[in-house]
């Protein structure tokens, strides 16, 4: 009888799609033994790219149910993979704390309300004069902001954490393919992807991570399955007053919904904007600070030095993210919408379950 290292030798497993999803499920199927193929036309444009990388677990208001119970459990896994990783670059980390802020009442009355209920100590109630705003009043000449503070959840660079696992991948000598796969079919108990140039590649299980496209592999009606893409803009700034440092704020803070984080003395990003399109909407610069009532003479005057845009799909008619068995050796994790890096780890450990399930 076989054992289960030389099952999982022998299996060869195909993830479609090289986005954090994607590598991420291969890094740890890649740990568990099994050969590994990801195939993607082009790894650059996929929005794994663009994401900013805050890790909104802890801060979360919703402690109960699966969307919950997923980012609990990328909360425990993230500090063991970090660890592991930092093996292949020892500068990545996650910056902390993430500081949650707001303009309006209501809203604040309801994070304070979250704050007594849950009785954490990683997250504390950031009332109007507190050390973690008086800065951010000072830059941005705004009196009414409050909100609240995880010391647990942060902020890790998506460019860092693509490029340090594309080395462990490397290392692994994990098989790239650079091809589009048009259709997927099982035959013989194996499945068939086959690529634009019709070439054939064989292997027992396939795993779609391609996001919006992976539905046009799949009958979507039949699994019930519709995706919508939602556009998320981000601007890099570069300011020209001596008089205001940038490093003097916290390290990453939201807005009511914009998040801001200061990079050097004179440079922040800004992100990001919601747009159902594929398609970037103009005025990106006044959406991302419409969080203000009268901008900053700083901010007026500021140039945008880079500026950049990522498509994220996000489910209809069932909560995000989509992680299903479709059939017999066929996965989908699609549908992270702005989720994707935190729920990376909880997303491979179901992968992995799935699969010791499937194959044995």
Not at 77 to 93: A, M, R, S, V
């Amino acid at each position: 009888m076989k054992t289960l290292k030389e099952n999982f030798q022998k299996a060869h497993i195909v993830i479609i799609g090289s986005g954090i999803i994607g590598k991420f499920n291969a890094l740890e199927l890649s740990e568990l033994g099994f050969q590994i193929t990801i195939i993607d036309p082009a790894q650059i444009q996929n929005s794994s790219n663009a994401a900013l990388g805050l890790l909104m677990g802890n801060i979360y208001q919703k402690r109960s149910g699966r969307s919950w119970y997923l980012r609990k459990q990328s909360i425990e896994l993230w500090p063991q993979w970090i660890t592991f990783l930092q093996k292949f670059n020892n500068e990545l980390h996650i910056e902390k704390p993430l500081i949650q802020l707001t303009t309006n009442e209501e809203k604040f009355k309801k994070l304070r309300k979250f704050i007594y209920e849950n009785n954490d100590p990683s997250l504390q109630i950031l009332e109007r004069d507190s050390i973690f705003i008086n800065n951010i009043n000072k830059a941005f000449q705004i009196k009414n902001i409050k909100g609240i503070v995880s010391f647990k959840d942060g902020r890790i660079s998506a460019m860092n954490l693509l490029k340090t696992i594309d080395k462990y991948l490397i290392h692994k000598k994990i098989n790239f393919l650079e091809e589009k796969i048009i259709k997927i079919k099982k035959s013989n108990n194996q499945w068939i992807s086959t690529t634009k140039n019709n070439v054939n590649i064989k292997s027992d299980m396939v795993i779609l991570c391609n996001s919006l496209k992976a539905v046009d592999l799949i009958d979507s009606l039949y699994h019930n399955i519709k995706l919508k893409p939602v556009l998320g803009q981000a601007i890099e700034l570069h300011i020209n007053d001596a008089e205001v440092d940038l490093l003097s704020l916290p390290k990453q803070f939201n807005i009511d919904g914009k998040n801001i984080i200061p990079i050097s003395k004179n440079k922040l990003i800004i992100g990001s904007t919601d747009e159902y399109s594929t398609m970037p909407e103009e005025n990106t610069f006044a959406k991302l600070t419409n969080f203000l009532d009268k901008q900053p003479n700083w901010l007026v005057e500021a140039e945008i030095s880079k500026k950049w845009y990522g498509i994220r799909s996000k489910p209809e008619g069932q909560p995000s993210p989509i992680m299903k068995n479709l059939e017999n050796g066929l996965l989908i994790c699609a549908g992270f919408y702005k989720n994707g890096i935190l729920l990376a780890p909880a997303c491979s450990k179901w992968v992995a379950n799935e699969i010791k399930n499937y194959l044995f």
